[in-house]
Structure formats: structure tokens, C-alpha cells
């Protein structure tokens, strides 16, 4: 059995072979953006439209649809790993099991209302389920959404860990990457990259389990390294702080990125089944996270958690397989990036931008990079700390943006436009006063989340009685 240590020279762990499948794997994903792009070309000699550039003209196919969905979904992976070093299995109830719920209402609620607007992006969708108030307040929360800080922070990390740089200058080099070939090719490249990459990622966490397994042993091996906590659901957690992370998952209900993906589908019959055998994929490879973080956990319980997993995975695998593991990590975290990167700079071009900009393929290059510069500075403001960035961002949009959408799907034409607006603006008040002022005793128990929910139903409820009183006067 192998002595793992909490520390390691990262240069002298990678062998030079490991080094030329890992630059291999990168070529081979730059390649498949070239190729994407070749293909629009050949698909449309004309200069491409905005719904080929955006949304690759509703042509998605179920492959290429699992693919960029499951890819884009993990960016977040040294966050994810980080929660299971610490928490255990806890990780697998709040960055799984929740997920997975929403992901099957969404696949067999949602797709099939949805479909029938032919909406480009959420807030279009919004404008033309409510109006367009309606849909302007969805373009700001989808764009704070979509601010890929979590992922910058994550490429930073990773090259941080390798070159010294700082975290800051880690961070900007990752972007300015990933910037230049989203940039290229639109959702088109995005999509063609993420299908490199989802086999990579996938198969490299799978890699980790199977020499960890073979290692240091199964289950009997993480219950006598590991605590007690480590195998509870909550994870030594209190019951209303576990649930929040239920409310969080539930935004995927309103995640642009579900939308594009569907809206791009070829048909809601595509959307529908690609969402449900993902799920499938997001089950095995968040066992593989959750596993690979508490194998970490139990072999190196000193290492500092952002490079636990990291760290462990360079020890444990082989020369060859370590080159591909990096890359794994490295595309679980790019394919989320430039989708995230692309998808701000959509909702700057497509639904926020004034009308003489909008719907410019070059309105759209410089809201991504608007969104790069952004993110990076979020990261800094954020000190890095990916959990706290989650927490923060999804908690606005469960709680603000959640339930008014559901509502509008329930009974539809029932919600008015400026009713929308009223109830959103109302629930982020509430959650921003919640989480800033002080709390004692139960209160301190109530997450912001919580304050939000309530009064944005509240404000569901009560906007047609002001609306009379107004009108009385």
C-alpha cells in the first residue's frame, strides 16, 4: 500500500509521457473546435446568423446534446471534491441527489412547455411567457448566473498549482485561453470542444476510483480512515442547511444553460431524453468525485482541500494515466468555462445590449470578454473560495427567480407581466437585507434563501391587491 504525502512537487509528478498525452488531448480538443467551425462553414456559405452563432441552428442532435450538457455541467470540480474531502457523502446529497430531482421535473415538466415558444434564450423566453419587463429583469439575473466565476477560480487553481503564478495571474491566463476559442466558432465550437472533453472528463474520474479501488481497497478501507461524518447525509450538518442546498438545485429550473441546450435541440423529443440519460452519466460521475474526495480524505487528511484531489490523483495513478487525469480535470473545468463565457456574452448581445447593438455576432465577441474581465475580478472579491461563490449567486436565483417561473408554467397568462417584476424585486430585498444584517438565536438558523422564497411568493400573492388599491384611489 502506497504512503501518499499532502504535498508534492506537481513537475517532478508528471512524467514526460504524461506530459505529451496531456498535450495531445489538448490538441485534440482545439482540433474539434477547427472542425466545428469547418462545419457551419460548410453548412451555410452565407455569412452565419445569430441563431446559428447562438443557439447552432436548432440542429443539436441527442449525442452531441448528452455530451455538451454533461460537460457542461462540472466545471466546479475541485469545489465538488473539496465538500466531499471534507464532508464525505454529504457531498453527493447536495451536489447530487438534489440535482438529479430537478433535472428529471425539468426533463418531464418543462421541456415540452418550453418548446412551443421558440425562445433563443431564458429571457426571451420570460418576455414572451410574461412580458417585457419581465424579460429584461431575467436578462440581469441570467447574466449574474452565468458569470463563470466558480470556473475561473478553478482553472486558476490548477494553474497555480503548476506554474507559482499568482492566483490572479493563474486565473487571467486560463480565461484569455478559453476566450480565444469560444470567440471562434460560437455555440457551434463550444459544443464540438465539450464532446472531447465529456470523454476525457469522464473516463479520467472513473481512472482515479479504479486504481484508488485497487490501491488502498473499497469501503471497509474509507470507513475505518475516515469519521463518522464523513458517511451521514448531512454530513454533521444542521437539516435547514442541507435543504438549502435542495432550493439551490432547484434553479437548474431556471438554468440558462438547460435552456440553450433545449432550445438548440433538434426537438423537445431530443431535449427530453438527452436530459434523462445524462442524468444517468451525472449519477456514475459524481460517485466517482464524491469516492475520489474521500479516498483523498482518507489517505492525505492534512492536504489543503482546494489540492486534495489533485494532489492525490498525481500519487495514486500511473505515469500516462496521470497525463490523462490532468487533462480530465482540465476539461471537466473548460468545458464549463466557455460555455459560461459564452452564454454571459449572449445575454449581453441578444437581451441586454441596446437595440442598435443587439443581435451582432460583434456585440457578442465583446460581451465576452466584458464577462472575462468581470469574472476575474468577482474571483478576487471572492477570495477564491468557489463553496461561497455557489452559495451566494444560487441563492438570488432560487429565491428570486425560482418560484415566479413555476408559477408562470402552473398557470399560465396568470402572471402578469409587472406582477413578475414586483415579486423578483421584492425577493431579492429580502434576500440581500437577510444576509447582511445580524441575526441571534433561532433567527440566525433562517438562510437568506429562506427570507427570499417567502417574500417573493409573498409578493406573487399581494401584487394584485396593490394594484386594486391603486386603482381605487
Same mark, same amino acid.
Given at each position: 500500500?502506497?504512503?501518499?504525502?499532502?504535498?508534492?512537487?506537481?513537475?517532478?509528478?508528471?512524467?514526460?509521457?504524461?506530459?505529451?498525452?496531456? #498535450?495531445?488531448?489538448?490538441?485534440?480538443?482545439?482540433?474539434?473546435?477547427?472542425?466545428?467551425?469547418?462545419?457551419?462553414?460548410?453548412?451555410?456559405?452565407?455569412?452565419?446568423?445569430?441563431?446559428?452563432?447562438?443557439?447552432?441552428?436548432?440542429?443539436?442532435?441527442?449525442?452531441?446534446?448528452?455530451?455538451?450538457? #454533461?460537460?457542461?455541467?462540472?466545471?466546479?470540480?475541485?469545489?465538488?471534491?473539496?465538500?466531499?474531502?471534507?464532508?464525505?457523502?454529504?457531498?453527493?446529497?447536495?451536489?447530487? #441527489?438534489?440535482?438529479?430531482?430537478?433535472?428529471?421535473?425539468?426533463?418531464?415538466?418543462?421541456?415540452?412547455?418550453?418548446?412551443?415558444?421558440?425562445?433563443?434564450?431564458?429571457?426571451?423566453?420570460?418576455?414572451?411567457?410574461?412580458?417585457?419587463?419581465? &424579460?429584461?429583469?431575467?436578462?440581469?439575473?441570467?447574466?449574474?448566473?452565468?458569470?463563470?466565476?466558480?470556473?475561473?477560480?478553478?482553472?486558476?487553481?490548477?494553474?497555480?498549482?503548476?506554474?507559482?503564478?499568482?492566483?490572479?495571474?493563474?486565473?487571467?491566463?486560463?480565461?484569455?485561453?478559453?476566450?480565444?476559442?469560444?470567440?471562434?466558432?460560437?455555440?457551434?465550437?463550444?459544443?464540438?470542444?465539450?464532446?472531447?472533453?465529456?470523454?476525457?472528463?469522464?473516463?479520467?474520474?472513473?481512472?482515479?476510483?479504479?486504481?484508488?479501488?485497487?490501491?488502498?481497497?473499497?469501503?471497509?478501507?474509507?470507513?475505518?480512515?475516515?469519521?463518522?461524518?464523513?458517511?451521514?447525509?448531512?454530513?454533521?450538518?444542521?437539516?435547514?442547511?442541507?435543504?438549502?442546498?435542495?432550493?439551490?438545485?432547484?434553479?437548474?429550473?431556471?438554468?440558462?444553460?438547460?435552456?440553450?441546450?433545449?432550445?438548440?435541440?433538434?426537438?423537445?423529443?431530443?431535449?427530453?431524453?438527452?436530459?434523462?440519460?445524462?442524468?444517468?452519466?451525472?449519477?456514475?460521475?459524481?460517485?466517482?468525485?464524491?469516492?475520489?474526495?474521500?479516498?483523498?480524505?482518507?489517505?492525505?487528511?492534512?492536504?489543503?482541500?482546494?489540492?486534495?484531489?489533485?494532489?492525490?490523483?498525481?500519487?495514486?495513478?500511473?505515469?500516462?494515466?496521470?497525463?490523462?487525469?490532468?487533462?480530465?480535470?482540465?476539461?471537466?473545468?473548460?468545458?464549463?468555462?466557455?460555455?459560461?463565457?459564452?452564454?454571459? @456574452?449572449?445575454?449581453?448581445?441578444?437581451?441586454?445590449?441596446?437595440? =442598435?447593438?443587439?443581435?451582432?455576432?460583434?456585440?457578442?465577441?465583446? @460581451?465576452?470578454?466584458?464577462?472575462?474581465?468581470?469574472?476575474?475580478?468577482?474571483?478576487?472579491?471572492?477570495? @477564491?473560495?468557489?463553496?461561497?461563490?455557489?452559495?451566494?449567486?444560487?441563492?438570488?436565483?432560487?429565491?428570486?427567480?425560482?418560484?415566479?417561473?413555476?408559477?408562470?408554467?402552473?398557470?399560465?397568462?396568470?402572471?402578469?407581466?409587472?406582477?413578475?417584476?414586483?415579486?423578483?424585486?421584492?425577493?431579492?430585498?429580502?434576500?440581500?437585507?437577510? =444576509?447582511?444584517?445580524?441575526?441571534? @438565536?433561532?433567527?440566525?438558523?433562517?438562510?437568506?434563501?429562506?427570507? &427570499?422564497?417567502?417574500?417573493?411568493?409573498?409578493?406573487?400573492?399581494?401584487?394584485?391587491?396593490?394594484? =386594486?388599491?391603486?386603482?381605487? =384611489?
Amino acid at each position: 500500500m502506497k504512503t501518499l504525502s499532502p504535498q508534492i512537487d506537481f513537475h517532478q509528478a508528471m512524467s514526460s509521457f504524461d506530459w505529451t498525452i496531456f #498535450v495531445a488531448i489538448i490538441l485534440i480538443t482545439l482540433a474539434s473546435v477547427i472542425w466545428g467551425q469547418m462545419r457551419m462553414k460548410n453548412a451555410d456559405s452565407e455569412k452565419a446568423t445569430m441563431i446559428d452563432h447562438l443557439i447552432m441552428g436548432r440542429q443539436l442532435t441527442l449525442p452531441l446534446f448528452i455530451a455538451t450538457l #454533461v460537460a457542461t455541467w462540472y466545471g466546479g470540480i475541485f469545489g465538488v471534491t473539496r465538500i466531499s474531502f471534507e464532508k464525505g457523502i454529504y457531498s453527493f446529497l447536495t451536489q447530487g #441527489v438534489f440535482w438529479y430531482i430537478s433535472y428529471i421535473l425539468f426533463a418531464l415538466f418543462i421541456v415540452k412547455k418550453v418548446s412551443s415558444y421558440q425562445a433563443v434564450t431564458l429571457p426571451d423566453l420570460m418576455t414572451k411567457m410574461f412580458g417585457p419587463y419581465s &424579460g429584461k429583469l431575467s436578462g440581469y439575473f441570467n447574466f449574474f448566473n452565468v458569470l463563470p466565476i466558480a470556473y475561473v477560480i478553478s482553472i486558476g487553481i490548477l494553474i497555480q498549482t503548476f506554474t507559482g503564478l499568482s492566483l490572479l495571474a493563474s486565473m487571467s491566463v486560463g480565461v484569455f485561453f478559453v476566450v480565444l476559442y469560444s470567440l471562434w466558432g460560437g455555440f457551434r465550437s463550444v459544443v464540438f470542444s465539450d464532446l472531447i472533453q465529456f470523454f476525457v472528463m469522464c473516463l479520467a474520474v472513473f481512472l482515479v476510483i479504479v486504481f484508488s479501488v485497487s490501491e488502498f481497497g473499497g469501503l471497509s478501507f474509507l470507513k475505518e480512515n475516515l469519521p463518522a461524518t464523513h458517511f451521514s447525509p448531512t454530513g454533521g450538518q444542521a437539516l435547514s442547511v442541507t435543504l438549502v442546498w435542495g432550493f439551490i438545485a432547484l434553479s437548474t429550473l431556471v438554468d440558462p444553460n438547460f435552456y440553450q441546450r433545449c432550445f438548440a435541440a433538434q426537438s423537445p423529443k431530443v431535449a427530453k431524453k438527452g436530459i434523462l440519460l445524462s442524468t444517468l452519466v451525472w449519477v456514475c460521475f459524481d460517485i466517482c468525485t464524491t469516492l475520489g474526495g474521500m479516498y483523498a480524505a482518507a489517505t492525505i487528511p492534512q492536504a489543503e482541500p482546494n489540492h486534495a484531489y489533485l494532489i492525490y490523483s498525481l500519487q495514486v495513478l500511473p505515469d500516462g494515466i496521470k497525463g490523462f487525469a490532468l487533462a480530465g480535470i482540465v476539461a471537466t473545468i473548460l468545458s464549463t468555462l466557455d460555455s459560461y463565457l459564452f452564454l454571459a @456574452g449572449t445575454t449581453i448581445s441578444y437581451d441586454l445590449a441596446p437595440k =442598435r447593438f443587439r443581435n451582432r455576432i460583434s456585440t457578442q465577441y465583446l @460581451g465576452t470578454i466584458f464577462v472575462a474581465i468581470l469574472s476575474i475580478i468577482l474571483a478576487v472579491y471572492f477570495q @477564491g473560495n468557489i463553496k461561497t461563490v455557489w452559495k451566494t449567486l444560487g441563492s438570488y436565483s432560487a429565491s428570486c427567480l425560482l418560484l415566479p417561473v413555476l408559477y408562470g408554467y402552473m398557470f399560465p397568462g396568470k402572471i402578469k407581466d409587472k406582477q413578475f417584476v414586483f415579486s423578483c424585486l421584492l425577493g431579492v430585498v429580502a434576500t440581500s437585507v437577510w =444576509r447582511n444584517i445580524e441575526k441571534a @438565536g433561532f433567527w440566525a438558523n433562517i438562510d437568506e434563501l429562506y427570507a &427570499g422564497i417567502i417574500f417573493t411568493t409573498l409578493g406573487i400573492i399581494l401584487y394584485p391587491f396593490f394594484v =386594486r388599491d391603486a386603482r381605487q =384611489r
